[in-house]
């Protein structure tokens, strides 16, 4: 869990047909560029090596301007020809990994997951179940997905880039981008776009999970919160119920249907807390829960003010929702 949290992301380890075209396309870009830092550093060196040559001769009488038809091949051919044949060259291999991350269409992929911006942690659905959660996106391996994105708010970007390029989410409409992965595994990913004060602390989990698992883990998301067991838990409940809490999150099979944070449903079986921010354990959430300005300043849940005794039935009913 805390090497997740610091996940690398390194767009130069593909593990998408869409993210190794893209890492095909930066090399592309590289060689090109040291193409055109070459030609021209050549051209420079040339250029200073026919100015200090030897002086006047009597060849040169015969001749004023020698070199110059050598010189005139040097330029257009290096500086013309081949400039332009490697920006030409460079410009169609973008063009073709372009039409490869596009938008898929919607008879090409076998999921469709919409994903919903917010300041500052990412809202997942599952269209056709009830399944939602937060800053965790599982996938089928192996599988098309079409990621549908959106924002509650500002400009977002979703970016995973070991899968594929980034998409920005756009007020009033919503994009779509290819999901896939080619092996097992948890992908980070993260808000690629400026968008206030905990920006950097917007990311994402994207775990690719066999057919098999996948389906049981949508299974059990979409099923209502277990009923609490135990006099802690269910102390736990009604404190989470009758407080601030169930005003700002939904836990579904209860009445709490707040909107304004992640839904908590099965928030136990999540990996990090805050978009990422911390791992999911029992200390951490109960910081969350009454410092979360400490934690993620500038957020919106405010810090909770609750006794000991509160605080510990919370987190033990917090805990029971797998």
Known sequence: MLSELAAPQNVLHPHSHAAADIANLFWWMMGGAFIGLALVSGLLIWAWVRRNRRGFTAADAEDPHPGEKAGWFVVVGGGVVLALATVTTVF?????????????AATSTAVTIDVIGHQWWWEVRYPGTTAVTANEIHIPVRTRVNLVVSTDDVIH???VPELNRKIDTINGQTNRVLLYANRVGVYRGTCAEYCGL?????????????????????????????????????TGERVFLAGACSSCHTIRGTSAHGFTGPDLTHVASRQ???????????????????????VKPGNEMPDIQLSGRQLQAVVAYLEHLR
Do not use: C
């Not at 994207?206 to 009923?227: E, I, K, N, S």
């Not at 990090?272 to 009454?290: C, E, K, M, Q, Y």
């Open 92 to 104: 169609i291999v973008s063009a073709k990994v372009m039409g490869v991350t596009e938008a898929p």
């Open 157 to 159: 970007s979703f970016w």
């Open 198 to 234: 905990q920006h950097a602390h917007m990311a994402m989990l994207v775990l690719a999970q066999p057919l098999a698992a996948y389906r049981a883990w949508l299974r059990g998301q979409a099923r209502p919160a277990a009923a609490p067991a135990g006099t802690l838990q269910r």
């Open 272 to 294: 990090t807390l805050a978009a990422v921010t911390i791992p999911n354990r029992r200390a951490d959430l109960g910081d969350w829960i009454v410092d979360s300005q400490h």
